[in-house]
């Protein structure tokens, strides 16, 4: 197999997948627009979904059933008659790590600012928001219990209230955000919002206090709603080219659900120890419940809008008992170390595409590497020397195969120009010289193989990974997750592709010779609008490339002239 030959097709293969994928993007179908979402008329709340089960009266009580209608709703204080306002009251949330807007209407998160990460690096004042009741970036994240039909004081979408207005961690480490009902039979349930400093987990707990005369049966759901509305897709902007969707896991996997594919019907699944959330590029909305119990995951889309619902089972809490329901909500960066404690395969919400068992062991190198010199880029550069170093000798020997074939060019020339009108002949004594001189030309094409999963391995690390999200290196790159400003990278990487050709041996075909002298601009084009920690490597791998092969062509030098002087 011809080294040059190979290096030509990888090339094309790798702007044939990355164009592959382009395409899919930029021509996928796009769900309907966004409609106007009705209120309840009578109240001036938005109403319960319909698809939101009652409690089945009898027979297995593990998971709603999905054919009933919502269960009434309770909105006012107990024993009150009044109406409630046309807008429910919200309150404030304040940490360290995000600020929150909570409807007192279920105590639904409406609105969800990230402190630490600004839409764009040049506007630090302009930080992104997950959830949002907006139109065109709907969000939401809603909790609660529902109750069984038959029983009057029903528990969804009910009126609570607050002992304030405005809450604030401030120096504290733990937020606490109590919000309460009370039915008229003496029902009482406190839902509790626990925040902790650093952290975009949210602990939601429902303590449910029967102080009726009869049993009260009920069972948790949460919903996470948002836009499924198609971005534009732009080659100049790597967020546009992530999956923006939902994704389930079992318990055992996970599948990512795109919009368009829901648009034909909704996805159900039952599991216990399994989480579902919303992904859009670096950040997600996630719903993670409480641990060996069963549940159903329902997800579905309609008019523009995404709705992924997960069911628990029902519980029924005697007179005079007590019962807690938890789940744990996450709303923000793709931080894996955080995900990670509230759940191990929560980390799959960071897409690595099916190179995820050679991404994951390399951004776990990466952070090892970054806790130490505190630079992104600095660490993508350490990183790619040690892969160097682990491969030394397997890619010296490709070298060595390579510089023997710069050494018998002339030769390999003067055959061709003797045998150009037999190909046949000219085949076998091309093979006796290798044989020969023991050169395997194919030995040149392990760099190659060995580097291309690496590379695309790096390149879903880089595109995916939030805590490359506008990292400094140094001088004018401030991001290495977005392309080179001023594409000095990409030229740096063409000249040294460049450079690398000269200690290579030429391609004895005209056309692949020609091919080859293209490829240094084709890829520097293509490059310059990667992120420019994947150039950085790409640099750094290339320049090591360079002195391992200037240095193994100096030593076969010297074996040829060692071997000369004992003749």
């Known amino acids: 197999m011809d080294n040059q030959r190979l290096l ?37 709340l938005a109403p319960p979904d319909a698809s939101l089960p009652s409690l089945p009266v009898g027979g297995d009580e593990s998971v709603p059933s999905l054919q009933s209608e919502a269960p009434s709703v309770s909105i006012g204080p107990p024993g009150s008659t009044t109406e409630t306002p046309s807008r ?20 639904v998160i409406e609105g969800a600012k990230l402190k630490q990460y600004p839409v764009a690096k040049d506007q630090p004042d302009t930080l992104i928001q997950l959830l949002s ?28 209230t607050a002992d304030q207005s405005e809450y604030r961690l401030d120096s504290n480490d733990e937020l606490l955000v109590s919000l309460n009902w009370r039915g008229v039979s003496g029902v009482r349930v406190e839902k509790r919002l626990r925040f902790t400093r650093g952290s975009y987990r949210i602990d939601v707990e429902h303590i449910v206090t029967n102080g009726s005369d009869s049993n009260w049966r009920a069972a948790s759901y949460d919903v996470l709603k948002r836009h499924a509305e198609a971005g534009e897709r732009s080659m100049f902007d790597v967020d546009s080219y992530s999956f923006d969707g939902m994704i389930v896991y079992d318990g055992s996997k996970s599948e990512k659900l795109d919009y368009d594919d829901l648009l034909d019907g909704p996805f159900q699944s039952q599991a216990a120890n399994g989480w579902l959330a919303g992904i859009e590029h670096h950040f997600l909305s996630a719903i993670v419940p409480q641990d060996g119990e069963s549940y159903r995951y329902d997800v579905s889309v309609r008019s523009g809008r995404a709705k992924a619902s997960a069911f628990g089972p029902a519980v029924s809490v005697p007179p005079g ?8 909500l996450f709303v923000g960066p793709k931080l894996q170390s ?40 600095v660490a993508i550069i350490l990183v790619t020397v040690l892969i160097k170093a682990a491969f030394y000798k397997l ?11 710069r050494e018998i060019q002339p030769r390999m020339k003067a055959l061709q120009d003797r045998y150009k009108d037999d190909k046949q002949q000219l085949s076998q004594a091309m093979m006796e010289l290798y044989k020969r001189e023991k050169v395997n030309p194919a030995a040149g094409c392990l760099p190659i193989l060995i580097q291309m ?44 592709m460049l450079f690398q050709q000269k200690l290579n041996p030429a391609p004895a075909d005209p056309v692949q010779a020609k091919v080859m002298q293209i490829m240094p601009i084709m890829f520097t084009g293509f490059f310059a609008f990667f992120p420019s920690g994947l150039v950085l490597y790409w640099v750094t791998n290339t320049l090591l490339s360079i002195a391992q092969q200037w240095y193994v062509n100096k030593v076969v030098e010297q074996e040829r002239i060692d071997r000369k002087g004992k003749k």
């Open 321 to 328: 008992g007590q019962h807690t329901f938890t789940t744990t």
């Open 395 to 405: 890619t010296e020997k490709s070298g060595r195969s390579m510089a023997k074939m």
């Open 133 to 160: 009741n907006g139109e065109r970036r709907f969000a939401s994240l809603q909790s609660g219990l529902i109750a069984d039909e038959s029983d009057d004081e029903a528990y969804f979408n009910a009126l609570l």
């Open 453 to 496: 999963p690496f590379f695309l391995a790096f390149y879903w690390v880089l595109l995916e990974s939030v805590e490359m999200r506008q990292a400094p290196f140094a001088l004018w790159i401030t991001d290495l997750s977005s392309r080179d400003p001023y594409f000095i990278l990409p030229l740096i990487m063409g000249a040294a």
């Open 338 to 377: 955080q995900l990670e404690e509230i759940a191990p395969k929560l980390t799959l919400t960071v897409d690595y595409g099916i190179l995820t068992l050679l991404s994951n062991p390399l951004f776990w190198l990466l952070s090892k590497v970054f806790s130490f010199v505190a630079n992104w880029g």
């Open 8 to 44: 030509v097709w990888a090339a094309f293969g790798l702007l044939a997948f990355m164009t592959y994928q382009t395409w899919l993007l930029d021509n996928a179908p796009k769900p309907a627009e966004i409609q106007e979402q009705t209120t309840n008329a009578t109240n001036g």
């Open 88 to 107: 429910a009251q919200t309150i404030h949330v304040d940490t360290d790590v995000f600020s929150l807007e909570i409807s007192l209407a279920g105590g």
